[in-house]
Structures are given as structure tokens and as C-alpha cells.
């Protein structure tokens, strides 16, 4: 099994809607990174948790990390165009800073 | 834009052959390190970079080998190459090598292997 599992695979949303991604670990997570990237493009880096219950903001993109769970989420609020792409979460499991990725979830926003 | 510069974008070559990438951190960074991304593989850690020293080793294949100059900037050598290596091949970087500084990807280098 992945060490990183993220859900769902893939997302259709209707603009303006909100929707969730979630990154679950099995390993303990040392650092989570949220990424997006548009087909074929290099990796946007979007945000970082380190602390178990943190919460980070960055303009509609809200991420979580659970550390007990060794789960994160990403929540969109109403959902652009501009917000289509994949989206990869990065664990840290504590192997000298090398980030395992999960498989990503690919985000369809229909205008 | 990230700061790091990936050349060049596209190769195509022929199995066999031996290709090098090429990768310059953003200002100021001092680690880099190396993925490949593939449909079936996801993005895979190849091999870390901090200050000219090898510090982490990935699913590196031993045909593959990587290093960082005294400027800072790394290649990533692949050799003998199979059709299973055309993927998309990512360098990132960051300023140190602790877990609390994000990476910073470049735009990647797509190899073709024909």
C-alpha cells in the first residue's frame, strides 16, 4: 500500500462550489507540504504544516493537518477555474528530509 | 516563478544513450534535490544535495548518478537508458535540509526515450 494515500483520485466541481482534499499518512508525519501542478508543469508550493492542529490560510485554500491522525486536508472555498489542476500533498516521515508524495488528486472546475 | 531553472526542457533520445540534466537552485539555497514523475510512479525522490555533499539517497537506479558543484547548481546524470525512464524529471531546492523549509520546484526537464 502507498504510504501516502490522497482521496479522492479525481474532482469535478461546479464553480463556486467548495470541496476537500484529504492526504493520509502511514508513517508518522514530521512536515506535510501542499502542492499544485498543472499538467506537464513543475509544482507550485502552496503550504506547510508542522504542528499537529495547525491551520494555514492562503487566500480561498485552507489546509489542516491532524497529527493523531496523520491526516491533512485541503478545503477550497467557492471554486474557480483558476483553481483547476493537481493537487500533491508531501509528507516528511522523519527520512532526512527526503518528502514521499502522494499519487495527487486532479481538480476540474466547470464554469 | 520558482527560481529554480531547469535545462533543458524537453530530450528526446534513443535507449542506450547517456543524458544530462541540468539544475540551478534558487538564490540562496543550498540543498537540492532531485524527483522523477511518472504516470504509473507518482513522484519519486531520487536523491538529495546540501552544499555540494550527497545527503539522501532515494529509488535512485545505479545508471543514475548526481552531483552538486561549488556553485551550487547539480546534474543529474542518467546513463544506459531503458524506455522505462522517460518521465518528467524535477529538480527543488531549498536553503537548508531540515524539515522546516518548504522546496521549491523547478518546471522540470521531459525526457523522451525513443
Known amino acids: 500500500s502507498q504510504e501516502l494515500e490522497q482521496s479522492p483520485q479525481s474532482l469535478i466541481v461546479q464553480e463556486g462550489k467548495n470541496l476537500t482534499i484529504n492526504c493520509t499518512s502511514s508513517?508518522?508525519?514530521?512536515?506535510l507540504y501542499w502542492y499544485k501542478q498543472k499538467y506537464g508543469e513543475g509544482l507550485i508550493f502552496l503550504m506547510m504544516?508542522?504542528?499537529?492542529?495547525e491551520e494555514k490560510s492562503h487566500e480561498k485554500i485552507t489546509a489542516k493537518l491532524d497529527e493523531k491522525k496523520q491526516q491533512s486536508s485541503l478545503h477550497i472555498t467557492a471554486s474557480q477555474p483558476s483553481h483547476a489542476g493537481i493537487y500533491l500533498c508531501?509528507?516528511?516521515?522523519?527520512?532526512?528530509?527526503?518528502?514521499?508524495f502522494g499519487k495527487g488528486t486532479l481538480l476540474t472546475v466547470n464554469p | 516563478d520558482s527560481g529554480v531553472t531547469q535545462t533543458p526542457k524537453h530530450l528526446i533520445t534513443a535507449t542506450g544513450q547517456r543524458v544530462t540534466l541540468r539544475c540551478s537552485p534558487r538564490?540562496?539555497?543550498?540543498?537540492v534535490y532531485w524527483y522523477q514523475q511518472s504516470l504509473d510512479q507518482g513522484l519519486q525522490f531520487l536523491i538529495q544535495?546540501?552544499?555540494?555533499?550527497?545527503?539522501a539517497k532515494g529509488n535512485i537506479l545505479e545508471r543514475f548518478s548526481a552531483q552538486q558543484f561549488p556553485d551550487l547548481h547539480s546534474e543529474l546524470n542518467l546513463s544506459s537508458l531503458e524506455l522505462g525512464d522517460s518521465a518528467l524529471y524535477f529538480c527543488?531546492?531549498?536553503?537548508?535540509?531540515?524539515?522546516?523549509?518548504?522546496?521549491?520546484f523547478g518546471d522540470g526537464t521531459r525526457l523522451s526515450i525513443l
Open positions: 508531501g509528507a516528511d516521515t522523519g527520512s532526512n528530509y527526503k518528502l514521499t
Open positions: 508513517k508518522t508525519l514530521y512536515g
Open positions: 538564490s540562496g539555497d543550498l540543498s
Open positions: 504544516l508542522q504542528k499537529g492542529g
Open positions: 544535495y546540501y552544499n555540494g555533499e550527497e545527503r
Open positions: 527543488a531546492s531549498s536553503v537548508g535540509y531540515s524539515g522546516n523549509q518548504p522546496q521549491h
